[in-house]
């Protein structure tokens, strides 16, 4: 058997009806960057990133928007899991940056420490860890 090789970090394709609201939103309210659109006019594609973390978004017809995975079960809550060291502090930027929350930072029942963000297309993201133990938030 070879030797496993390394791989990089995964980005989510996300399905968008309008390109431009859910660019400004990333970039606005959670600190990423666009890292491409194409075409330079009027462009149906994006790639926003934030550190290791991308999501590529598409839009692909006028009457064809996303699907978040809690529309189609309501036990699959996330699109997209974001490991974030510092949930508290992460929690706290992206408040002073006009996000606003699906789920308010908390330490959940399946362990897990983080919150979770909704963006215009419905998709949800939970950013969080492993809680550690930590103290001071609700279960």
Not at 77 to 98: I, N, Q, S, T, Y
Request: hydrophobic share 45%.
């Amino acid at each position: 058997m070879p030797d496993p090789q390394p791989i990089g970090p995964i980005a989510p394709f996300f399905i968008v009806k309008d390109l431009a609201r859910a660019v400004d939103h990333y970039t606005t309210r959670l600190g990423f960057e666009l890292r491409l659109a194409l075409p330079d006019e009027d462009p149906f594609f994006a790639i926003v990133g934030r550190d290791e973390v991308q999501l590529l978004l598409k839009a692909v017809a006028d009457d064809v928007g996303g699907l978040a995975n809690v529309e189609r079960h309501p036990w699959a809550l996330w699109d997209a899991f974001v490991h974030a060291d510092d949930p508290d502090a992460l929690a706290k930027e992206l408040a002073a940056r006009g996000a606003t929350f699906h789920c308010e930072l908390t330490n959940r029942e399946d362990g897990l420490r983080g919150f979770e963000v909704r963006d215009p297309e419905g998709y949800v993201l939970f950013f969080g860890r492993p809680s550690r133990g930590d103290a001071g938030a609700d279960s």
